[in-house]
């Protein structure tokens, strides 16, 4: 069920009809982030090179402060790099405008905060929905069975018509999780998404990404949880903005081949059709 739910797969072959390796679906070259304060120019990442394939399970782990939360922040399009590349699913972010960011994150990256930020006045069914709604995919009847079916996979379905204040921390992570699917990213970053959570409610909700990786879908997570990062294909250790460790193990899915979206212009031509 994951599979069919949560894998947008396509076929790119050379013209003799051999197999070709895709580029890079996360491609980070030489990615600098500057913040400007009192004291001069705090450089939160220092020449960041960072390359993430398809199925991958990446864990990055660090100090607090050191770098981390900007790092994911550069990958889903919430800020821009000082200088260097940001290219994710194929679009150059870092060239993107503001108008362009908020539809391209949409199709292509899901994201799963560490306090859900799930909207108040919206039901749970309404929260999950909303993505399709403002990127405008499927139907109207296609949007309400495609939110069904994610909140059937993260054990919410009964609790899809109440507020998000009605509900745990822990279902609310699984709302959020649910939503971040919702169009049928490529890509999910997760920041610190098991910060707010109990152990046991912790591993249930990681359990959730595994099982999105063994579907062909690409996890990043930020994380200061040791243990959970040790269940990870990858982990990237970050310090004082930089990466000064990156291990890889066994994958737990083939690398996928996903189609790249078009640039999406601020007037809507070249927003990408579901099919």
């Not at 889903?76 to 994150?105: C, F, L, Y």
């Amino acid at each position: 069920m994951f599979q069919k739910l949560f894998n947008r797969t396509g076929d790119r072959q050379k013209s003799d009809g051999q197999s070709q390796r895709p580029p890079h679906l996360i491609d980070l070259h030489e990615v600098v982030k500057a913040y400007a304060t009192a004291a001069g120019d705090f450089l939160a990442l220092k020449d960041i090179d960072l390359q993430v394939d398809g199925g991958e399970f990446v864990a990055v782990i660090g100090k607090s402060g050191s770098g981390k939360s900007t790092l994911s922040n550069m990958i889903t399009g919430i800020d821009r790099p000082s200088s260097g590349s940001v290219v994710v699913n194929g679009t150059s972010v870092h060239k993107m405008s503001e108008g362009q960011i908020a539809r391209w994150r949409g199709l292509s990256v899901g994201v799963v905060f560490q306090f859900f930020q799930l909207l108040p006045t919206l039901t749970v069914l309404e929260n999950v929905m909303l993505p399709m709604d403002f990127c405008n995919v499927y139907t109207g009847r296609e949007r309400r069975e495609r939110a069904i079916h994610l909140l059937e996979q993260v054990d919410m379905v009964e609790q899809m018509d109440k507020l998000p204040t009605a509900i745990s921390g822990g279902q609310q992570q699984r709302v959020a999780i649910a939503r971040s699917l919702a169009t049928d990213p490529p890509i999910v970053v997760a920041d610190e998404p098991t910060g707010n959570l109990d152990s046991r409610t912790a591993d249930s909700v990681f359990s959730l990404f595994e099982k999105l990786v063994d579907g062909g879908k690409t996890i990043l997570m930020v994380t200061h949880d040791d243990d959970l990062a040790e269940r990870v294909t990858r982990t990237v250790t970050i310090a004082d903005g930089r990466i000064v460790d990156d291990v890889r193990t066994q994958r737990t899915a083939e690398p996928v081949v996903i189609r790249p979206l078009p640039l999406l212009q601020p007037n809507g031509v070249g927003v990408y059709a579901v099919s």
